[in-house]
């Protein structure tokens, strides 16, 4: 598991390899990653929105930002957690993903970003 704290608030991150599958007549491998954001601080807080870097092992980068995430912009009152799933796919076996998240203080309207842990995308078959 990866994990990252920034302003109290924790970014917990694990990862799954799902298979490959063909798009376009390419092979992609598929993972999907588990996110957890806690909010360990003392004020209340909502994410905006996101901002990743995904990068393979063929040197291929792509970068996704958006509003929230997987169509939500959660509010997180003081420990509470909000935990969600999402899919990336590769050209290689191997790969990484980081970011941060825009959020925003409601009671302060302070935005601030927090920091998304790089983990990397791996195959099962390379672990073993």
């Keep these: 598991m990866f994990q990252q704290i920034t302003k109290g608030i924790k970014v917990s991150v694990k990862t799954s390899f799902r298979g490959s599958v063909y798009r376009e007549h390419r092979q992609y491998y598929a993972f999907s990653y588990y996110v957890s954001i806690e909010n360990s601080s003392k ?3 909502k994410l905006l929105e996101r901002f990743w870097v995904i990068f393979d092992a063929l040197n291929n980068t792509e970068y ?3 509003e929230g995430v997987v169509g939500e912009t959660p509010i997180l009152r003081p420990n509470d957690i909000y935990n969600y799933r999402s899919n990336c796919f590769l050209l290689s076996t191997t790969g990484a993903m980081g970011g941060n ?3 925003i203080n409601i009671e302060t309207f302070e935005e601030f970003l927090v920091i998304i842990p790089t983990f990397q995308l791996t195959t099962s078959s390379i672990l073993n």
């Design 43 to 45: 004020e209340t807080v």
């Design 64 to 66: 996704v930002e958006g």
């Design 101 to 103: 998240y825009k959020m």
